[in-house]
């Protein structure tokens, strides 16, 4: 790829309003409910100087407008402001180089790149990229990147790579095609409002980025052979829908991880989430399938460096020495929500937790588990997919003093919910019993699975963006921290 970049210092009338991470409104708001997560103020960009409509071709790139220009099938973007791309093309990309902000709008492009990423962002304020309303947009990079002559570093890091930050909105579909490195990347921070969003990789991450992942919205499909999703720095979820495999870990953060609403099924071979400090989820449905590790995992180190204070949360962990939630020899703290962990070492429930958890033991497939009251009514019941040695039950219809039955098939045991913490046996190191089992399909209490949704030979481009829900996106809800 070539290196030869045009700096320009076109000013533009920019619009700002400031918002926050976890949703959209005038005016300055919190991101999420901890004073531990990301806390950037963030301002929108709402007010675009449309530059150029771009529409490639096999034979040619043709322009319209200003700010850009075609060098030998790389369309470089020079100026600030909003691009419309089409067409199709099997040996195109495109470089961005101002520090300006640029909105890339995909409306119904194929490219392929031969030497890198098809869209890099060597340098740009912000690099916003709009899926058209309606437009499926098709980007596959190459199985080799260029490298930079002066230092010999592979150019670019991924299929859309940026070296800051990017932002995706929009109401259409992008498929990426990875067979080199990551499927999206920001040396930056990545944002996620909105769109259709389906990532194959061959080579490493479906999405990454250096200090922050930020999920808002959106319908997220990813098959990744690393990493489904992983930040430098802290990756949080708040809303949108991910549906996801991996032959390596599900979300890693080497900060924290908090998510704090949407819906996120994913099966991996490793750790499902997987943060260096801190976890916390406060919302949202979170259903988890590991093969060989740990639903959640944290090595943080310290009592609650895994707290749940919310959500409905079904996960499902490998054999021993893995397990459902792990805390690195250290509590977790659980004050709401509804909570089912398997595994076959589960970290020890803090009593200091808002929320009764039951401990259970020994538990076979397809054997459904329910738990009644004093007074015979039935406030839980659960079918696990998978035998295992300890499972975490825990849902505020448990209550402090009061007794409950526990039945499944012809073993039955009363337990006295005396403190926070129920033994019912199991234990927290969930040793003994049939084990973590081979990892299957984990199931929810109704006995669904949004993974169930993803085709085994799903390619980008079958996913219809009218089978999968999204919710609305008001204008200007994109989120940036340098406009101003």
């Not at 849902?395 to 012809?410: A, L, Q, R």
Request: charged letters at 20%; glycine letters at 14%.
């Amino acid at each position: 790829m070539r290196n030869k970049f045009l700096i320009s210092a076109i000013c533009l009338v920019v619009i700002t309003a400031v918002v926050g991470c976890a949703s959209f409104s005038e005016g300055k708001t919190d991101i999420v409910a901890s004073e531990n997560s990301n806390d950037d103020e963030l301002t929108v960009k709402t007010d675009w100087n449309q530059m150029a409509s771009i529409t490639f071709s096999e034979d040619a790139i043709t322009i319209e407008g200003s700010g850009c220009s075609n060098e030998d099938g790389i369309l470089y973007i020079t100026e600030g402001g909003a691009y419309t791309l089409q067409g199709t093309s099997s040996s195109s990309s495109v470089v961005v180089n101002t520090d300006e902000n640029v909105k890339l709008i995909l409306n119904g492009v194929d490219l392929q790149s031969v030497d890198g990423p098809v869209i890099y962002g060597a340098q740009v304020k912000n690099l916003y990229i709009e899926l058209a309303d309606g437009s499926i947009n098709t980007l596959t990079d190459s199985n080799e990147y260029a490298t930079d002559s002066s230092t010999g570093e592979e150019i670019g890091k991924g299929v859309v790579s940026c070296e800051d930050d990017i932002i995706i909105i929009g109401e259409g579909t992008l498929n990426i095609n990875g067979n080199h490195k990551h499927g999206i990347s920001s040396d930056d921070k990545l944002y996620v409002e909105s769109g259709n969003i389906n990532v194959v990789t061959e080579g490493t991450d479906g999405l990454n980025a250096n200090d922050l992942i930020c999920i808002d919205g959106g319908t997220i499909v990813i098959e990744a052979v690393s990493d489904v999703m992983e930040s430098d720095g802290v990756l949080q979820i708040n809303g949108g829908e991910i549906t996801a495999k991996s032959n390596d870990e599900g979300l890693e953060a080497k900060d924290s991880i908090y998510i704090n609403g949407g819906i996120i099924d994913i099966s991996v071979s490793d750790d499902g989430l997987n943060a260096t400090n801190y976890i916390e989820i406060n919302d949202g449905e979170l259903s988890i399938s590991c093969e060989t590790g740990d639903a959640i995992d944290c090595n943080g180190g310290v009592d609650g460096c895994i707290t749940i204070n919310g959500g409905n949360i079904y996960v499902q962990g490998g054999n021993e020495p893995e397990g459902g939630i792990d805390a690195d020899n250290s509590s977790v703290i659980i004050n709401g929500g509804e909570v089912i962990a398997i595994g076959a070492v589960n970290s020890p429930i803090s009593e200091e937790s808002g929320q009764v958890s039951i401990v259970y033991g020994s538990f076979d497939a397809d054997q459904s588990i329910t738990i009644t009251d004093e007074n015979g009514n039935q406030v839980f019941e659960y079918t696990p997919a998978v035998s295992g040695s300890t499972m975490i039950i825990s849902s505020n219809v448990f209550e402090i003093g009061n007794t409950y039955k526990i039945t499944s098939g012809e073993n039955e045991i009363s337990v006295t919910a005396e403190t926070t913490v129920v033994e019912a046996g199991g234990s927290a190191q969930g040793m003994g019993g049939h084990g973590g089992g081979p990892a299957g399909q984990l199931q929810k209490p109704d006995g669904t699975s949004n993974f169930e949704d993803m085709p085994e030979d799903f390619k980008p481009g079958q996913m219809n963006p009218e089978t999968r829900p999204q919710g609305p996106m008001e204008e200007g809800q994109m989120q940036d921290n340098n406009n101003q």
